[in-house]
């Protein structure tokens, strides 16, 4: 089965940074696009980064310049670096993977980590 665990989350003043930590097992890591979502209250959960297999990026206008995401794939683990940050950046972050084996597709998702930028 398939697990995805965040971590990273917290509180943190506007203009500071935070990087956010997703660590997968019972899966072949490596053959997954990855991204982060988030969700704020009262809103739809939307995407803020993805990151494929093959090293292709892409990111939300709102935190484009701002956030980062990355990835090692010897230590299955997807990153978000987090700068400049934003009180309207406070939400839910989500981590998720999408992983094709033998032309199945699955979803996975984590079970979210709070991030508050406040003052």
């Known amino acids: 089965q398939v697990q995805l665990v965040e971590s990273g989350g917290g509180l943190v003043q506007p203009g500071g940074s935070l990087k956010l930590s997703c660590a997968a097992s019972?899966?072949?890591?490596?053959?997954?696009?990855v991204a982060w979502y988030r969700q704020a209250p009262g809103k739809q959960r939307e995407l803020a980064a993805r990151?494929?297999?093959?090293?292709?990026?892409n990111y939300a206008d709102s935190v484009k310049g701002r956030f980062t995401i990355s990835r090692d794939n010897t230590k299955n683990t997807v990153y978000l670096q987090m700068n400049s940050l934003k009180p309207e950046d406070t939400a839910v972050y989500y981590c998720?993977?999408?992983?094709?084996?033998?032309?199945?597709?699955?979803?996975?998702w984590g079970q979210g980590t709070q991030v508050t930028v406040s003052s």
């Open positions: 998720h993977a999408q992983c094709t084996f033998v032309k199945i597709t699955e979803d996975y």
């Open positions: 990151l494929t297999n093959i090293g292709s990026t």
């Open positions: 019972g899966t072949i890591f490596s053959l997954c696009h």
